[in-house]
């Protein structure tokens, strides 16, 4: 079985530049949601999808961080315009159960921004 | 207000001896508690979990034990082996219809050989 595919792997941007990731997760998974996991600190949700409709957004900043998950299938993670504390992983992960989190979550390797 | 506190950044044991990693947490409507474990430019991977209504799960060499009334659970590996070498996030979700995981910052386990 494949697991969650996240591209790109790294990337290096300027300040008030954009970057969009994105997110391909395990076959009939439900749910999907990207996390941004800061060096020395655990992943922080930032947005949870329950097919293509958003269950939980309450911590992405929405100034300048979108996400979308067209056909409740791949997602995309956008932030426009970069700032220097954006620079993290960015984590997607996706879960089959349709609802609530008692199962296990299954994350892809990341994507490492670094704002300049 | 950080919910889930993992206080040891690191944790260092001999090849063969038991790791203890500890975890607290806050929010009394937390009912499901999961470890995961982390390598290096890889993404989190799970691996064990409780629920509430249990006190101890075990799994191979990995046990995790919850105390409910001092809101602390913690994992044990037993024997410790080299390859368990990793960063150890806990993490700790309710059950509602739209809950997250929210997870500590992680502990950074070293085995020497």
């Known amino acids: 079985e494949a697991g969650v595919a996240q591209s790109p792997r790294y990337k290096i941007i300027e300040k008030r530049q954009s970057v969009a990731f994105w997110c391909n997760p395990i076959s009939g998974h439900a749910t999907l949601y990207w996390y941004q996991q800061i060096l020395g600190q655990g992943p922080k949700l930032l947005i949870q999808f329950q097919n293509n409709g958003v269950v939980d957004d309450s911590q992405l900043p929405k100034d300048r961080f979108s996400a979308e998950r067209l056909k409740g299938v791949d997602s995309t993670l956008k932030i426009q315009p970069a700032k220097l504390e954006d620079s993290a992983v960015y984590l997607c992960?996706?879960?089959?159960?349709?609802?609530?989190?008692?199962?296990?979550?299954?994350f892809g390797e990341g994507s490492r921004l670094t704002v300049l | 207000d950080q919910q889930v506190k993992q206080n040891s950044p690191s944790l260092s044991v001999q090849e063969g001896r038991i790791s203890i990693l500890n975890c607290d947490y806050t929010n009394s409507m937390f009912d499901y508690f999961l470890w995961y474990k982390k390598y290096p430019a890889e993404g989190p991977t799970f691996l064990i979990s409780?629920?509430?209504?249990?006190d101890k799960n075990e799994d191979g060499r990995f046990t995790v034990f919850l105390n409910k009334s001092a809101k602390h659970l913690s994992l044990h590996i037993v024997p410790s082996q080299p390859g368990d070498s990793a960063v150890y996030f806990c993490?700790?979700?309710?059950?509602?219809?739209?809950?997250?995981?929210?997870f500590g910052k992680g502990i950074t386990l070293s085995v020497r050989p």
């Open positions: 409780i629920s509430s209504i249990k």
């Open positions: 993490a700790a979700s309710d059950t509602g219809a739209n809950s997250k995981l929210t």
């Open positions: 992960a996706s879960s089959y159960l349709a609802g609530g989190v008692t199962g296990e979550l299954f």
